[in-house]
Each structure stands twice: as C-alpha cells, then as structure tokens.
C-alpha cells in the first residue's frame, strides 16, 4: 500500500484538533429568529388518547386559526433571514442556504475543506512519486519510517524546494527537480539507462554549490533517492564508485547518517578512487562497529582482504584471511582468490597460494566450477608459475583423481601432447595468449613436443591481435618451426646412404616443424602489412622447404608483388608457379590477375601499347573461360565481374566488352547488380566522384533512362499476362530485366557494319568464346 502522509493520517489537521480543544463560543444559530416560526403549531401535550374524530375536529381548528403550516404544493411561502454580529437581519435565498448557515455559521467550512482537499492531493502526487521511483515495497518502508517519526517533524519530501534560491541557483535547483520527475515518470522502480544516469549526475553536480549554502533544505528522502539512482551496481553506471565518493562526503556534510552497507561502500569507493590510505585508515576506525556486526562481518573483512592485496600488504591480508576463516559466520570461501594471486605473484609465497588453493578447492567441493579452476590457474600462469598452473590442470581435467605434487614421475596420460594441446586451445579460446605461451615454454622444458597444429593457432591469434609485441613473437615462433624444418631436411639428406631403419629424431629447440599452414600465417600478414622484403625472404624458405604450394599461399604472393609496385611482374610469376607447383587458380588469382593488368595500374595507357593490352585483356579472359568449372559452386564474385568489365571499357573494347558481359552471364551465371549496371553506362568506376563534377548530369540522365526502361518492359509484362495487374515485378525479375537492358546498351554502342561479325568471331576467338557466344544481333530499343 501506498505511504500516508501526516496530513492525511486521521483526516483531522493539527490546527483543527487543536481549535477544538478551545472553548466553544455561543452558536450565532441560536440568536436568529425566522419568520417561520409564527407557521409552526404551539407545543401542546400529546394526543395520542384522542379519538380519531377528535384529531379530525382538532386540525380543522388549528386550520381556522392559521396556526397550521401548508406544504409548498398549496402556494405557502416561507422567509428566511440571519442575524448577523451587529444585529443586522439579512434575507436568504431559500431553505437550502438556511440550512448552510445553521452548519457553517461563519462561511469558513467550505475554505477550510478546499484546504484539506488540497492536501489531499499533494499527498496522493507524493505517494505516486514515491511507487514510480521505489515501487510498492520501497512505498511500504517509506511509510514505516513516517510512522516511527515524531509527528513534529516536516512531511517527506522527494523534491527540493524551489523558493528563496537566488536566480543563478534556482535554475540547477529546477533542472535537478525535473531530472528527478523524470526518472520517477520512465522507469518505475528500475534501473535508468546509462545516458538518464549521467544526466542526473550532470544536474546534481551543477547544484552541488548552491546546495552546499542549505544542506538542510535536502531532505533525506532526496539523498535516498539519488543513492539509490547514482550507487546502483549495474552496467548503465560505469562510474558508480566516482558517484559514491562524491555524494557520500556531500551525505555527511548535510549531516546524514550513513547505513552500515553505505558506510561500506564509501570506504571502496574512496581506495578505489586513489585515496588508499584515507580509505585504509578509515577501514581500521570500522573495526569496532562494522567488523563486530553479525550482519556485517564478512563483507567487511573481505574488504579489507581485497584492499590489503592490492597494496601489497601480505601480513595484514594474511591476519584478515585467518580472522574470516575462523569466524563462525557464513561466508563464500571464494574471498581467499584475492590473496591466492597476491601469492601466487611472489615467488617467496607462491607456495602458500597453492596452499590456500587447496583450501578452497576442499572447502567449495562439488559446487567449484570451471571458471573457478581458470581463474586460479590464470594467476600461476599471469606470474609465470606454470609448474603449479599444471597442477591445477591436470586436477580440473581428472576431477581431482590425479595429484601432482610431490611426484617424481608425470603420468603418460598427462604429459602427452594431446593433453597439453588441450590446454592450450583453452587458453587460446579464453584469449590468455601470453598464458599459451608460459605453457608452450613449460612443455619444452618437459621435453614434450608441442603439434604443430595447437603452435599455428597461437601464432594467428597472435598475428589477429595487431599488437606490436604480439606480432614479433607470432614471427619468431613461426621462423623456429621453419628452422626445425630445415633442419630436419638436412638431416634428412645427410642420412640418406644409412639403412631404412634409422628413424630420424626432432633436432632443435624443440619447436615443432612448420607445415604450410605456418607459410600461409605469415604470408597473410605479411601481404596485409606491405612488407614485401619479409615476403619473399618467406617464399625463398618456402621454396626450400619442399611443401607444395597451393593457391592461397600462390595468392598471398601475388598480391604481395601487387601492392610493392611490382605489378608487371604479377601475370608471369603465375605462369610459372602454376606450371611448376601444378597449383589450380581460384577466384582470388584471377582478381589479382585482373587487377595487375596495365589498364587497372596506370593512370594513363601508353598509346602504342593499347592493342597488345587489349589481346593480353582477351587472352586472361580466355584463361579464365578455360577454369570456368572453379566457379562452378559458389558462382563468380561480384567484384572480379565488375573489373573483368571495367578492364575492356577502359580498353575501348566495345567488341571484348559485349563478349564478356555475355559470357559472364551465360557460362558464369552472373547477374549484375544495380551497381555495375550504372557505372557501365556512365562509364566510371566512382560514381560518388563523378556525381560531384561535370559527370553529374550524366549520371541523372542514366539513372533516368534505367528507370524508364524498367517502367515500361513492367507495363510491356502486365500487357502479356506474364505479370498481374495490381504486382510489382519480383527480384528475379527486376534484375533479369536489368541484364538485358545492360546487354543491349553495349550492343547499341557497336557500330554495325560489313566488318562487324567478323571483328565479332575474332574477338570470341581470341577470348576463348569461338561457339558458345551467340552471334551480334540488332539491339532493341532501350
């Protein structure tokens, strides 16, 4: 239920009860005389031994003598007058406002319920600020504390007073009012969101000066209220422990009484804040009170525990964690992992942190999860005490069956490379790649030998991170591996006249041998970064490492060459490794193919060199028609068709183009997009670029003529049945119809002459096409 107000809670105000405890003066009502009384019978003895006859004959005497009163329905009127207090007579309307007179005799009644009806109403508005911003619950307490209060105290208040504030206060006093109402108004009892937070605190923050001259006028449901709001543990308020440090000290000066779980977290607010010793010390002044306190205990000493570690403090932490274990109230034996990673980060105390890890372990039991196990084996692995993290490993991997400690000899099952690797794609998986590699060096150290595998995946998460130390050590993993391999090839060849049944033995550091996964990691970021010395520094040990290449590593290479400016040189070497490696292209090597071509690399085309570009453009086309089962699958990608088209347009190619966009569509299954179906009418491949210019005018008249086109094949479909009346034309549709408009504007670019079939069948000819392109036909109107 709603809080009831003071002024509400018997009905009768203080100043009403207390007017009637005064003496009651004489009635005016009692002084007033009315006309009407000389209608009224005289007061006579009762009748009721009188026959009926005689009451008949009694009336009709007191009839005769106009001594009784007629009803209105016979036309009796009736006069009514007040006497006031100077003995003046005043005539009233009628019986109705007699009636008022003889209950309010001095007209205040009325004022004095107007009054109470006002109240009222203030009341209830408070009551549902109150349920917006608290809920029902927060209502209930609210009302419970009102009711425990003496009643001479001011009524609750949620809102600051507004009067008797200076002009340049005022308007922060008004817009932290506002911001309060609105929160009350949105969110009823939740959590704000982040931007409805700060701007409360932005409100509060400018009328903390004029509130710091009138403490007193907050009241301490306001302080409730905006500490509920600002200190709410939640992620819309990223900066809670800023809010708390302020509005506490500002609580304290307005003189407010802290609760025992605030007075707890001003004292985390201010360490966190940087002020360790203040909060320290005030932490010790606690000890008495909030340290002794039942339904305070632990969470009091747990703070101190996590402050002490974080100062570095083991002694006192060290007090404080005996001081919990042996008191006897409940508490989560999680609060010791603070100081288990203090210890584990000493070498002197990295065995009393395994210590207390098997505390823990004992005291959780069955309830300790996974997450528990990573993160202690995260603090061993942060301070590199690999060794004890192992432990803890292998206890999480064989439920606690196994128990390294103390053993001389490591069990097979858990010094395998499988079961490292395990750990290591955890590690990889959780991102504790500086932990993968403490593990990676704890395993040399065994003399395991990591697979190669589980290595490449830290090298690319490595590589994907950016980080600049991240990459360094990716590379020198990465080269080790390649070492090894090396290695093990020369010893290979060194061995090759001893008998089959020497079997070869790793040599090294003990790094596994790279395999082509380990090229193509680097390879990438390599190409990705422009580094083109360290790429062919990579293909030259590629090269001598006897792995088959395959495309993607072939890829990475030409782009490489691509990107350093080595472009010409792109075509050849893709000749030659395919040849030499037998590697099959895919759609990334026809696009660096395509993009290395003069016409895509020069600003400006020689003009001698014209038509041997445009034979080389037909001939890679030629090349690609003969690979066109790669793309048999997936389909050819929109970006490789689009430079594919641009290439001959550049050219001036007409015939090459038409030849082109036809086999896209009719071998490669291409469908071009929107997109690519205005740049080629334009003629650009920045139609951003060519909107700002003189190509503006240019690229409205495309698109109208698109657009038109497309209106009229719409009507031209409804007209033949092919499309109902009312539809719009499908996708499938639409961009057919945006294929053949492309199609037939590159025909319609084509002079037709005796000449042109056969400059036509030269260019399929040349292109690879010779049959499968049909002939030039006349192009509709578009």
Same mark, same amino acid.
């Given at each position: 239920?709603?809080?009831?107000?003071?002024?509400?809670?018997?009905?009768?105000?203080?100043?009403?009860?207390?007017?009637?405890?005064?003496?009651?003066?004489?009635?005016?009502?009692?002084?007033?005389?009315?006309?009407?009384?000389?209608?009224?019978?005289?007061?006579?003895?009762?009748?009721?031994?009188?026959?009926?006859?005689?009451?008949?004959?009694?009336?009709?005497?007191?009839?005769?003598?106009?001594?009784?009163?007629?009803?209105?329905?016979?036309?009796?009127?009736?006069?009514?007058?007040?006497?006031?207090?100077?003995?003046?007579?005043?005539?009233?309307?009628?019986?109705?406002?007699?009636?008022?007179?003889?209950?309010?005799?001095?007209?205040?009644?009325? +004022?004095?319920?107007?009054?109470?009806?006002?109240?009222?109403?203030?009341?209830?508005?408070?009551?549902?600020?109150?349920?917006?911003? %608290?809920?029902?619950?927060?209502?209930?307490?609210?009302?419970?504390?009102?009711?425990?209060?003496?009643?001479?105290?001011?009524?609750?208040?949620?809102?600051?007073?507004?009067?008797?504030?200076?002009?340049?206060?005022?308007?922060?006093?008004?817009?932290?009012?506002?911001?309060?109402?609105?929160?009350?108004?949105?969110?009823?009892?939740?959590?704000?969101?982040?931007?409805?937070?700060?701007?409360? %605190?932005?409100?509060?923050?400018?009328?903390?000066?004029?509130?710091?001259?009138?403490? $007193?006028?907050?009241?301490?449901?306001?302080?409730?209220?905006?500490?509920?709001? +600002?200190?709410?543990?939640?992620?819309?308020?990223?900066?809670?422990?800023?809010?708390?440090?302020?509005?506490?000290?500002?609580?304290?000066?307005?003189?407010?009484?802290?609760?025992?779980?605030?007075?707890?977290?001003?004292?985390?607010?201010?360490?966190?804040?940087?002020?360790?010793? $203040?909060?320290?010390?005030?932490?010790?002044?606690?000890?008495?009170?909030?340290?002794?306190?039942?339904?305070?205990?632990?969470?009091?000493?747990?703070?101190?525990?996590?402050?002490?570690?974080?100062?570095?403090?083991?002694?006192?932490?060290?007090?404080?964690?005996?001081?919990? +274990?042996?008191?006897?109230?409940?508490?989560?034996?999680?609060?010791?992992?603070?100081?288990?990673?203090?210890?584990?980060?000493?070498?002197?105390?990295?065995?009393?942190?395994?210590?207390?890890?098997?505390?823990?372990?004992?005291?959780?039991?069955?309830?300790?999860?996974?997450?528990? /196990? &990573?993160?202690?084996?995260?603090?061993?692995?942060?301070?590199?005490?690999?060794?004890?993290?192992?432990?803890?490993?292998? $206890?999480?991997?064989?439920?606690?069956?196994?128990? !390294?400690?103390?053993?001389?000899?490591?069990?097979?099952?858990?010094?395998?490379?499988?079961?490292?690797?395990?750990?290591?794609?955890?590690?990889?998986?959780?991102?504790?790649?500086?932990?993968? /590699?403490?593990?990676?060096?704890?395993?040399?150290?065994?003399?395991? =030998?990591?697979?190669?595998?589980?290595?490449?995946?830290?090298?690319?998460? %490595?590589?994907?991170?950016?980080? *600049?130390?991240?990459?360094?050590?990716?590379?020198?993993?990465?080269?080790?591996?390649?070492?090894?391999? =090396?290695?093990?090839?020369?010893?290979?060849?060194?061995?090759?006249?001893?008998?089959?049944?020497?079997?070869?033995?790793?040599?090294?550091?003990?790094?596994?041998?790279?395999?082509?996964?380990?090229?193509?990691?680097?390879?990438?970021?390599?190409?990705?970064?422009?580094?083109?010395?360290?790429?062919?520094?990579? %293909?030259?040990?590629?090269?001598?490492?006897?792995?088959?290449?395959?495309?993607?590593?072939?890829?990475?290479?030409?782009?490489?060459?691509?990107?350093?400016?080595?472009?010409?040189?792109?075509?050849?070497?893709?000749?030659?490794?395919?040849?030499?490696?037998?590697? $099959?292209?895919?759609?990334? #090597?026809?696009?660096?193919?395509?993009?290395?071509?003069?016409?895509?690399?020069?600003?400006?085309?020689?003009?001698?060199? +014209?038509?041997?570009?445009?034979?080389?453009?037909?001939?890679?086309?030629?090349?690609?028609?003969?690979? *066109?089962?790669?793309?048999?699958?997936?389909?050819?990608?929109?970006?490789?068709?689009?430079?594919?088209?641009?290439?001959?347009?550049?050219?001036?190619?007409?015939?090459?183009?038409?030849?082109?966009?036809?086999?896209?569509?009719?071998?490669?299954?291409?469908?071009?997009? &929107?997109?690519?179906?205005?740049?080629?009418?334009?003629?650009?491949?920045?139609?951003?670029?060519?909107?700002?210019?003189?190509?503006?005018?240019?690229?409205?008249?495309?698109?109208?003529?698109?657009? &038109?086109?497309?209106?009229?094949?719409?009507?031209?479909?409804? *007209?033949?049945?092919?499309?109902?009346?009312?539809?719009?034309?499908? &996708?499938?549709?639409?961009?057919?119809?945006?294929?053949?408009?492309?199609?037939?504007?590159?025909?319609?670019?084509?002079?037709?002459?005796?000449?042109?079939?056969? !400059?036509? #069948?030269? *260019?399929?000819?040349?292109?690879? !096409?010779?049959?499968?392109?049909?002939?030039?036909?006349?192009?509709?109107?578009?």
């Amino acid at each position: 239920m709603p809080p009831r107000p003071l002024l509400v809670e018997n009905f009768i105000c203080r100043s009403c009860l207390s007017t009637l405890r005064k003496q009651t003066p004489t009635a005016q009502w009692a002084l007033r005389r009315s006309s009407s009384q000389a209608t009224q019978p005289l007061a006579s003895p009762s009748h009721s031994h009188l026959s009926r006859d005689q009451e008949v004959e009694r009336q009709k005497t007191l009839e005769t003598l106009g001594l009784l009163k007629e009803s209105k329905d016979n036309g009796v009127s009736v006069n009514y007058f007040e006497q006031g207090k100077g003995g003046k007579l005043r005539r009233l309307r009628d019986e109705d406002e007699f009636g008022q007179s003889l209950m309010d005799p001095d007209g205040q009644m009325e +004022l004095r319920l107007k009054e109470m009806e006002q109240e009222l109403e203030h009341a209830t508005q408070f009551t549902k600020i109150v349920e917006e911003i %608290w809920g029902k619950q927060g209502a209930e307490k609210l009302r419970k504390r009102v009711e425990s209060q003496d009643e001479s105290l001011p009524k609750s208040s949620l809102l600051l007073p507004e009067e008797d504030w200076p002009p340049q206060d005022r308007i922060h006093i008004v817009q932290l009012n506002n911001m309060i109402r609105t929160i009350g108004r949105k969110h009823r009892g939740g959590v704000p969101n982040q931007k409805r937070i700060n701007s409360l %605190w932005k409100y509060y923050s400018a009328a903390r000066i004029a509130l710091s001259k009138k403490w $007193e006028s907050v009241h301490a449901d306001i302080w409730d209220l905006l500490w509920q709001i +600002l200190a709410a543990d939640h992620a819309n308020n990223p900066n809670r422990m800023s809010h708390i440090h302020t509005l506490a000290k500002d609580m304290q000066k307005a003189g407010i009484t802290l609760r025992d779980d605030q007075q707890l977290l001003v004292v985390e607010a201010t360490f966190i804040s940087g002020s360790r010793e $203040e909060a320290i010390t005030a932490h010790k002044k606690l000890v008495t009170t909030l340290g002794a306190t039942p339904e305070t205990f632990s969470e009091f000493w747990q703070l101190g525990l996590r402050m002490y570690c974080l100062i570095g403090d083991i002694a006192r932490a060290e007090r404080v964690v005996n001081t919990l +274990l042996e008191s006897p109230y409940e508490k989560d034996p999680r609060f010791l992992l603070p100081f288990i990673r203090m210890c584990a980060e000493n070498p002197a105390t990295v065995e009393k942190g395994f210590e207390l890890y098997q505390r823990l372990r004992s005291a959780l039991d069955t309830s300790i999860t996974i997450e528990d /196990y &990573d993160q202690v084996i995260s603090y061993f692995l942060a301070s590199n005490q690999t060794e004890f993290a192992f432990y803890i490993f292998v $206890e999480m991997m064989t439920s606690k069956t196994v128990d !390294l400690r103390g053993a001389h000899k490591v069990p097979a099952s858990a010094s395998s490379p499988f079961f490292y690797g395990k750990w290591l794609k955890r590690l990889i998986g959780a991102g504790d790649l500086q932990g993968a /590699y403490n593990v990676l060096l704890h395993m040399k150290s065994k003399g395991v =030998m990591p697979q190669a595998i589980v290595v490449n995946g830290l090298i690319g998460a %490595w590589l994907r991170s950016g980080a *600049a130390d991240n990459i360094q050590k990716a590379e020198e993993v990465a080269w080790a591996m390649i070492n090894a391999r =090396m290695q093990f090839l020369g010893i290979r060849k060194d061995m090759q006249d001893l008998a089959a049944f020497v079997r070869l033995r790793q040599y090294g550091e003990g790094w596994p041998r790279a395999n082509l996964e380990t090229f193509s990691l680097l390879a990438e970021n390599y190409k990705d970064r422009g580094v083109h010395k360290k790429m062919e520094e990579l %293909w030259t040990a590629f090269r001598q490492a006897e792995i088959a290449p395959n495309s993607f590593m072939l890829n990475q290479l030409l782009f490489s060459y691509l990107q350093d400016g080595l472009g010409k040189h792109v075509a050849s070497l893709s000749r030659d490794l395919t040849n030499q490696f037998q590697v $099959e292209p895919d759609s990334w #090597t026809f696009l660096v193919l395509w993009q290395a071509l003069s016409v895509n690399r020069l600003v400006q085309m020689p003009p001698g060199q +014209l038509l041997e570009e445009i034979s080389r453009t037909r001939s890679l086309f030629a090349d690609m028609v003969r690979s *066109a089962h790669i793309f048999a699958a997936s389909g050819i990608d929109v970006q490789l068709a689009r430079y594919i088209l641009h290439s001959f347009r550049k050219l001036g190619d007409e015939f090459g183009l038409l030849l082109a966009y036809r086999a896209l569509r009719q071998i490669f299954k291409f469908t071009p997009p &929107d997109i690519i179906v205005l740049e080629l009418h334009v003629g650009s491949m920045d139609l951003e670029r060519t909107g700002k210019g003189k190509g503006g005018l240019r690229l409205m008249h495309a698109g109208k003529q698109i657009e &038109d086109y497309m209106k009229r094949r719409h009507q031209e479909l409804i *007209a033949s049945g092919q499309l109902p009346a009312d539809d719009d034309m499908p &996708d499938d549709v639409k961009q057919k119809e945006l294929g053949n408009f492309l199609e037939a504007l590159l025909q319609s670019r084509i002079t037709e002459d005796e000449m042109t079939e056969e !400059l036509l #069948t030269q *260019a399929a000819r040349e292109m690879g !096409l010779h049959g499968e392109v049909p002939s030039f036909e006349t192009s509709s109107d578009i």
